[in-house]
């Protein structure tokens, strides 16, 4: 992916042509990157990730030092914004998923999984309450899919231990 400094510069400038220039030239690229980073978020998904990283982008244009590096540059942002997407995603599936139990049953379950070591509450949230298949918990992790099964088995048996207590 070339892009002619001028349409940056252009950018910079805030000319509106230049700014869909540029989106036309990265939008690709960028849109692989998260489909190598995330598999499974949906269009519209996607599109929000992009306009809320072009946004940042466009608004701190300053921060770009070496305007060469432009691609570099803005990979970054994307990551960023795809990891503040996911930990929203994840935090609003939990809580959304927890909203279900009773107030009771949903503090058991909280100190359950606040109990379990860090690897295997994780698993357990993002296949449980994220409605994540294992393979992807593996490569989002990057663990083996063993591995992910032998965690989520043990934890998925901790929960429903402590819900069948009460």
Known sequence: MDIDLKIIEGVRNKNADAK???ISLTREYLVQTIYKRYIGLEEKEINDILQ????????NMD???DDANFKKWITVLLNKQLREYMRAKENSGVTTALRELPQYRQSDVDDCLNDMPENQKTVT???CLGKLKQKDI???LK???EGVA???KSGKQKVKDVLDKK
Do not use: P, V
């Open 150 to 152: 032998r965690l989520l």
């Open 143 to 145: 663990m083996s899919e």
């Open 125 to 127: 949230i993002m296949h």
């Open 63 to 65: 921060k770009l030092i």
């Open 20 to 22: 869909k220039e540029l």
């Open 52 to 59: 809320a990283t072009y946004t940042y982008a466009f608004m």
């Open 138 to 140: 593996a490569n989002r």
